[in-house]
């Protein structure tokens, strides 16, 4: 679940105000966003957070309000090729399954479980929330349920009944290690003849450390933040290095390069861009950084800059596997020339590689 979203539900206690929690649990065809998209809806209309825009967004919106007279969760199913959708202009052609949970402004119980799994995220460790979206109507009173499952093996919640908690333990190995959340449903199981679990790994926001504050970066941060990533901005020059310079960063570091590097931990929501000023630079970066279990490792150049990196790196024994994984020359190829472009053509590479997109990788190096 996004973070943000989670924050938001955090304050209802003081808002005093209820909310309905849409949450896109199956998708087939073409749909704009994908199982794991959310957003809350007020009483009064408002929303926060987007399943996709357009009349299907719309159409969802009034089914929450729906939930929030009735104060009972729902699924719902979204036909985005009916007729209706083809008057509005939309381009999806798919079908969209969501479902609409309660959430109570005095509900404790559901902001503790939330509260544990958000901090849980903020550790940087892998928790996985686990809510009740489909139960037979004898036990309609679970819909909605969470429990929060931790890699240390404790637990925050329950289900509300043993048998279904049985089943989320049973299932929730699978899921933990996955980045994508998924629905999962069994019939015929003892005293529950149909049940639907809805798994969420904790996906933490991706950061995207930026070696380099020159004029590349600027426009970089801005886009990165735009669309929800993390960023770090290390110069060795305290002019460049300076909040006033990028005011969007999360940190902006006045550091050499090798030091920083030194003391860095990548992981699997680490992208290491490297558009540092000279080839000196990029060459202590890439050798700091070749080894580290990053996402991705750009780092810019002409392909005359970029050989004659790898050549030396090869000399110090670097294998040449390992190498070919980097993202060299940087971005996709949108012949791009300016500073800006060059920040757009690098961001569409990382959510392409952030978000399993199609577009292959090209080995230049």
């Known amino acids: 679940m996004e973070s943000a979203i989670i924050e938001k539900l955090l304050l209802l206690g003081k808002t005093g105000e209820d909310a309905a929690l849409v949450t896109v649990t199956r998708t087939s065809g073409s749909t704009p966003r994908s199982p794991g998209a959310k957003m809350l809806v007020f009483k009064d209309g408002r929303v926060y957070g987007t399943i996709g825009g357009g009349c299907g967004e719309a159409e969802v919106v009034r089914e929450a309000l729906g939930v929030l007279d009735t104060k009972v969760p729902k699924k719902y199913y979204l036909d985005m090729t009916n007729d209706v959708a083809a008057d509005e202009g939309m381009v999806c052609g798919g079908n969209m399954e969501v479902f609409i949970d309660f959430f109570d402004c005095s509900d404790n119980e559901s902001r503790q479980v939330l509260a544990a799994y958000l901090d849980s995220l903020q550790k940087k460790e892998n928790p996985l929330l686990v809510t009740i979206a489909g139960v037979e109507d004898k036990k309609k009173f679970l819909l909605g349920r969470k429990m929060v499952f931790f890699q240390s093996g404790s637990e925050s919640g329950d289900l509300g009944c043993a048998e279904i908690t049985r089943h989320a333990r049973a299932l929730a190995g699978q899921f933990r290690a996955a980045r994508k959340p998924g629905l999962v449903a069994l019939t015929g199981q003892n005293e529950i003849q149909h049940l639907e679990l809805l798994f969420e790994p904790g996906v933490l926001t991706p950061q995207i450390i930026i070696l380099g504050g020159g004029h590349i970066a600027i426009p970089l941060v801005k886009m990165a933040s735009i669309l929800g990533y993390s960023t770090v901005v290390v110069d060795d020059r305290p002019s460049f290095a300076s909040v006033a310079r990028f005011p969007e960063a999360d940190q902006v570091i006045c550091s050499d390069f090798g030091s920083f590097l030194k003391g860095l931990e990548a992981g699997a929501q680490t992208f290491i861009v490297i558009v540092t000023r000279g080839h000196r630079h990029d ?46 020359p940087i971005g996709l190829d949108i012949g791009a020339e300016t500073p800006e472009e060059i920040a757009v053509s690098i961001m569409a590479e990382i959510v392409n590689v952030w978000r399993g997109g199609k577009i292959p990788k090209k080995y230049n190096i």
């Open 283 to 328: 060459l202590e970066c890439l050798r700091e950084t070749i080894n580290q279990p990053a996402a991705y490792i750009g780092m810019i150049g002409s392909l005359r800059k970029v050989k004659g990196v790898v050549k030396q790196l090869e000399l110090e024994g670097v294998p040449g596997e390992r190498l070919r994984e980097v993202y060299s």
